[in-house]
Nanobody, 124 residues
Framework: QVQLVESGGGLVQPGNSLRLSCAAS????????MGWFRQAPGKEREAVAA????????YYADSVKGRFTISRDNAKNTLYLQMNSLKPEDTAVYYC?????????????????WGQGTQVTVSS
């Protein structure tokens, strides 16, 4: 049974950093396409970052490019999202997701498994 558990969210001031973790079980992070998504109240869930199953390519939304970094720790079977220079508009619930498909996907419908999310609030 696949299970994804996010952690690391919290309240931070603009300009500060935060690292989200996604602990996975029932799948191997090093050979699975995975991504981070976020959803703010009243808005649609959107892709933030994604990594291809073999790690050869990554995707970043224009709004976070240069500030966020997606990575994985194979030994810990964990996916990470390093978030720097946080802005108030980054405030949302962040979700970790995994896809069984090999191409690098951004569409929500292509992801098979989802975590429960972790709240990130950026405010002064």
């Amino acid at each position: 049974q696949v299970q994804l558990v996010e952690s690391g969210g919290g309240l931070v001031q603009p300009g500060n950093s935060l690292r989200l973790s996604c602990a996975a079980s029932g799948l191997t992070v090093s050979s699975t396409g995975m991504g981070w998504f976020r959803q703010a109240p009243g808005k649609e869930r959107e892709a933030v970052a994604a990594i291809k199953w073999n790690g050869e390519t990554t995707y970043y939304a224009d709004s976070v490019k240069g500030r966020f970094t997606i990575s994985r720790d194979n030994a810990k079977n964990t996916l990470y999202l390093q978030m720097n220079s946080l802005k108030p508009e980054d405030t949302a619930v962040y979700y970790c997701a995994a896809t069984s498909r090999r191409p690098l996907y951004v569409s929500l419908s292509t992801y098979d498994n989802w975590g429960q999310g972790t709240q990130v609030t950026v405010s002064s």
